[in-house]
């Protein structure tokens, strides 16, 4: 297993992707507000609205800074990205435009009201979708993307390459200032853009978000700018900025809240004074922080700004000059750099990449980017060695599923634009001027309309010390860095990280030994390692289909194939199927850490492979360790029968990973600096189920939704009406239907096998099941040994249960006629003689017979063993019942002292076939095309004392099977009565119709969860035995029509929910009710049912 060390234990690699040039090539367009888009990030336990102009958060919609995901806990009222620079207008007047944009208190248009600051550039999103695009929603992807290659349209345009998502979920979007019109007015007229009437500071940027689900980064948000001068004014003094308006403990709670700024963890970080939160008078109140990642560089002033020995390193450099050899290695980086400020920040020289590998690309500042590795020293890359870093502009190596081939750079030997650890995709290689201003203050201290007084804030020098403000306040804070140049066509970047945790603190002072503290540790590493950390398995798709009494849910294997691209392996483990009553899960979150902070969920179902790695996982999280499973081996289907019919379930399935844990060549795990085996806990994919602003229930793939529901009175069940097995192969193929209202209408179809190796030994057959009536073929795939659970299909699913080995087993060898006597039979592989080589050996998947003559008749004659020796006749013929022939042999005469040119018993007989079944057999090389060798000896008179030696007599017929693939056209077919509906039957059962629950008492478990922060939700009872077909009226006791429900479902679906509310649409009283079920063509029943406060 790779061996890493610990600071990159924690984090995964990417393969990333950027254009050809390091520097963004800005877009023609202009922003325009009416292309203004609001999606949510929930990709782990933080859930936020945000926009594609760059606010987070929208005080007082939800989910606003929302922790943990579905609890209604806001902890943010707004957050604005700035831009602020000093120029000069058309008058030579010192301004200091400012870009933004923000719910309030901002510049507008006096006339249309619409804001001057940042709007979306068109063609990043699908526009006809709500949200900004998300690497989890192929529906929010444009047709193809404006800044990247046509052969990009269908793919995730990812930070981390082509079609790439390492993270669990990446948004993606890009704004521009244009619409700023406030320096174009007079008396300013200034004009960032030549020749064009465009407004702002001439700026575009590329934002993306990213989240994880991995237990120590579920409750942060990452967000990245990428800030391009698309104009042609070079600023000479520009500051980054944002702003947040802290809102924690919720929309009815945002002015009691403190804050504080810690300069060791570079956090600034926000708590509710009282720890109560409302609406809903929640409590505890968490903690929420804002950690600061990354700067814009200066890399034309001459000095080292970041302190790492290399001075003004710039992430646009290309690859540079080659240095090759250690010895000029090492006197190139004394000529450049300050090495003890070098190896203080990196390590010593001698353990960087480019040293060990004797190669070093002078654009690589930091010494970090890797080659392919030449495993047959040939100087170039070969297909199957490890291309490590050197995957080309596109971030793909041949392992990725969207491999398009080949691409520019890859395995070249040089870094590329877009490669790993190299340029843009290397935070280290830019001379970062780190955070340099912060301010915390009342919320309307400092307004967006003062771009003056707001520059002059960025300006003032970072405290020194820790700021706190307590007190109890609307709590807003500046964060700032610069000035920096930012010439015309030039890129500079900023980050920061949204955090959350449970308070652990009394005193802010103490912060630094605190939750919130260790989930900045981990934010830091995951900067440190440029983005990179633990990728999940791909997530499967799950289905769901609801019965009575009873939920069947399948999913495909598409998991299984997820390859890791840091550690170059496939580590799929294994499946977690979660269920809960709400749509978040969070009634399942119940193991905690050693801080006592909810980390993993019980699952109601685990499935993992069988390798021997079983158990917990020995690195653990915060001192909680992750259960890998008990080698049950993998399932893609499970039947929870624990429901009621009535109560809707939400089902989540997970993949996750087998992690990594390092070894000292003895065997035993090393450790961390704090005590812990050095390695990675296995990583889990996410698994996302939202309301919509309706209510409606959104699934992701790995997610379904489910409502148990009994049969409509008169319900005649589907069977399968015939099956028909025509096989050679000893596999097995179970049919199960599944969701009885999908089933067509009495089609047939066939599952047919084809084996891919001419003599059907391929332990991978392949399959198709197609539809007879129509040819149509629905399913197609490879059957691996094992149980395999096709995709369901129409309404029914196939489980084959194939072959891991050809053999032939003790069991099947037995005499079938005659009387065999007291010798043993023994059949093998041949090669157990040394006659027959493993390459000319074929383990022949048939069945045979050994028929034995009469006396004195010879049925069959060996073929000759070698040259110059002789063919035997034999007093039996083998068949070869498959195929329906005889089947030639050779004879090795091996028992001791009896070569006497006879077969006796005990010598081996070794089956033998031409090059294809059924030709003439043909030496090659002086050997026999060879398969199974039998061996009919006497007992064994020192192992089988007393058992007298009687040779099988004339006649008997010895039998022997082999276990065995499908074979190239094995075929079932069968075929199903789809399920009926029976009036007679219906008829009788009207007077079964009935109400639950009932009484109803204040509330229910058929009732949805509730979508809403205030309010009941929506109250429900089932009318349950219904007819497919009919009309329930609700009447009060004294008669009066309360309500008509009209019932039309399809045969196994006989309940109707009613959500207390009149004709009117008003919640109906508690009381005593009548119903009246009319069933045309079926019959009338009355019923009663009570309401109970």
């Not at 955070?435 to 520059?455: C, I, K, M």
């Not at 007819?1027 to 009209?1046: A, F, H, M, N």
Request: hydrophobic share 35%; glycine share 10%; net charge negative.
């Amino acid at each position: 297993m790779t061996s890493l060390g610990y600071g990159a234990l924690l984090l995964l690699a990417l393969a990333a992707s950027v254009p050809a040039s390091a520097q963004r090539e800005p877009d023609p367009n202009d922003g325009n507000p009416q292309l203004t888009q609001w999606g949510v990030l929930d990709g782990n336990r933080v859930r936020t609205l945000y926009s594609n102009y760059g606010e987070i958060s929208r005080y007082p919609d939800q989910p606003s800074g929302e922790w943990p995901k579905g609890s209604g806990h806001s902890y943010v009222d707004g957050i604005a990205f700035i831009v602020s620079a000093a120029t000069t207008d058309a008058q030579g007047n010192r301004i200091t435009p400012m870009s933004t944009n923000y719910r309030e208190f901002i510049d507008r248009d006096p006339t249309t009201r619409v804001p001057w600051g940042w709007a979306p550039v068109p063609g990043y999103s699908n526009p006809y979708q709500a949200s900004p695009a998300r690497s989890d929603d192929e529906r929010t992807w444009p047709g193809e993307w404006p800044d990247r290659p046509i052969d990009w349209a269908g793919q995730w345009n990812g930070f981390f390459g082509r079609g790439v998502r390492n993270a669990d979920v990446e948004t993606y979007f890009v704004f521009d200032d244009a619409p700023d019109r406030e320096y174009t007015q007079e008396p300013h007229r200034f004009f960032p853009c030549p020749g064009d009437t465009r407004g702002g500071l001439g700026l575009e940027v590329a934002v993306r978000g990213f989240q994880w689900n991995h237990p120590l980064a579920q409750d942060v948000i990452f967000w990245v700018y990428e800030i391009t001068n698309e104009c042609g004014v070079d600023y000479d003094d520009v500051v980054f900025a944002q702003y947040i308006d802290w809102g924690v403990g919720g929309t009815d709670d945002s002015g009691d809240d403190e804050g504080a700024y810690n300069t060791r963890l570079d956090l600034a970080f926000a708590y509710d004074a009282d720890g109560i939160g409302s609406p809903g008078q929640w409590s505890p109140v968490g903690t929420a922080g804002y950690a600061f990642l990354e700067s814009p560089g200066n890399s034309t002033d001459g000095t080292d700004n970041d302190e790492d020995g290399i001075t003004d390193e710039t992430r646009e450099s290309g690859p540079g000059d080659l240095v090759e050899g250690a010895e000029a290695i090492r006197a190139a980086v004394e000529a450049r750099y300050n090495v003890d400020d070098f190896e203080r920040f990196y390590g010593p020289v001698e353990e960087t990449v480019a040293y060990r590998n004797g190669r070093w690309w002078t654009g690589d500042e930091n010494m970090n980017w890797e080659q392919f590795l030449d495993l047959n020293e040939d100087g170039q890359w070969s297909e199957g060695e490890p291309l490590l870093d050197d995957v080309g502009a596109d971030g793909l190596g041949p392992e990725a599923d969207n491999y398009p081939g080949r691409d520019v750079g890859e395995g070249d030997g040089r870094p590329t634009a877009g490669e790993p650890n190299f340029d843009a995709l290397d935070k280290d290689e830019s001379d970062q001027i780190g955070l340099t201003g912060f301010s915390v203050f009342d919320v309307h201290r400092y307004e967006l309309t003062d771009d003056a007084e707001n520059y002059r804030v960025f300006r003032e020098a970072l405290p020194p010390v820790d700021v706190i403000l307590e007190g109890g306040r609307n709590l807003g804070m500046f964060f700032a860095s610069g000035p920096f140049p930012l010439a015309a066509g030039q890129t500079e970047r900023f980050s920061m990280a949204l955090l959350f945790a449970d308070k652990d603190f009394a005193d802010p002072r103490d912060v630094e030994n605190s939750a919130l503290a260790r989930k900045k540790q981990t934010v830091q590493q995951i900067y440190n390692a440029n983005y990179r950390f633990a990728r999940p398995p791909d997530k499967p798709t799950l289905t769901a289909v609801s019965g009575d009494g009873q939920v069947t849910l399948s999913w495909d294997s598409r998991s299984e194939r997820s390859y890791d691209p840091f550690l170059r392996e496939y580590d799929f483990e294994g499946y977690m199927l979660y269920k809960s009553t709400e749509p978040n899960f969070r009634e399942r979150l119940l193991v905690t850490d050693a801080y006592g902070n909810p980390v993993y969920q019980r699952p109601l179902a685990q499935f993992d492979l069988p390798n021997g790695l079983r158990g917990l996982h020995p690195v653990p999280v915060n001192g909680v360790q992750f259960n890998l499973g008990n080698d049950s081996g993998l399932r893609h289907s499970y039947v929870d029968r624990d429901v009621v019919n009535g109560q809707t379930y939400y089902y989540a399935l997970v993949a996750y990973d087998r992690g990594l844990v390092n070894r000292n060549d003895d065997g035993s795990f090393p450790s961390t600096p704090d005590g812990s085996v050095d390695g990675l806990s296995p990583s889990i994919t996410t698994a996302v189920i939202n309301n919509d602003i309706a209510g409606n229930v959104v699934t992701d793939i790995n997610t379904a939704v489910a409502t148990p529901r009994a049969p409509a009175a008169g319900y005649v069940p589907p069977e399968v009406a015939s099956y028909d097995a025509d096989m050679r192969g000893t596999g097995a193929v179970d049919l199960t239907i599944v969701s009885p209202s999908a089933l067509r209408d009495a089609p047939r179809y066939e599952v047919r096998f084809t084996n891919p190796s001419v003599w059907d030994t391929d332990l991978n057959p392949t399959y198709e099941l197609v539809d007879t009536a129509s040819g149509e073929m629905r399913e197609s795939g490879t059957i691996r040994p094992g149980l395999n659970e096709l995709p369901l299909t129409d309404g029914f699913a196939l489980a084959v249960e194939a072959p891991g080995e050809i053999v032939v087993p003790d069991s099947t060898v037995r005499y079938v006629q005659g009387d065999g006597g007291t010798y043993r039979t023994i059949v093998e592989p041949g090669t157990v003689s040394a006659v027959v080589t493993p390459a000319r050996y074929v383990p022949f998947p048939y069945d045979f017979e050994v028929r034995f003559a009469e006396a004195g008749q010879t049925p069959q004659t060996s073929l000759i063993l070698a040259f110059g020796q002789q063919a035997f006749p034999l007093p039996f013929q083998v068949w070869n019942r498959t195929l329906d022939r005889q089947q030639d042999v050779i004879l090795v005469e091996d028992v001791d002292s009896l070569r006497n040119g006879q077969y006796d018993h005990g010598d081996l007989i070794i089956l033998v076939d031409g090059e294809t079944p059924g030709a003439e057999p043909a030496q090659q090389g002086g050997r026999w095309r060879a398969g199974w060798a039998v061996r009919i000896r006497p007992p064994d008179p020192v192992a089988e004392p007393g058992v007298v030696p009687v040779p099988p007599q004339p006649g008997a017929v010895l039998r022997f099977d082999t276990v065995k693939p499908f074979a190239t056209g094995d075929r079932v077919a069968f075929a199903f009565t789809p399920p009926a509906f029976d009036e007679a039957a219906a008829a009788d059962a009207l007077d079964d119709v009935y109400v639950v629950p009932n009484p109803y008492v204040a509330t229910s478990r058929f009732e949805p969860s509730n979508p809403y922060l205030v309010g009941r939700g929506e109250r429900r009872i089932y009318f349950m035995n219904l007819p497919p077909e009919c009309t329930i009226r609700i009447y009060t006791i004294t008669g009066d029509l309360v309500q008509t429900l009209t019932h039309s479902a399809a045969v196994d679906d006989g309940q109707e929910p009613w959500d207390l509310t009149s004709r009117d649409g008003m919640d109906v009283a508690y009381g005593v009710y009548l119903f009246h079920v009319d069933a045309p063509g079926v019959g009338e029943s009355v019923g009663r049912f009570a309401l109970i406060k």
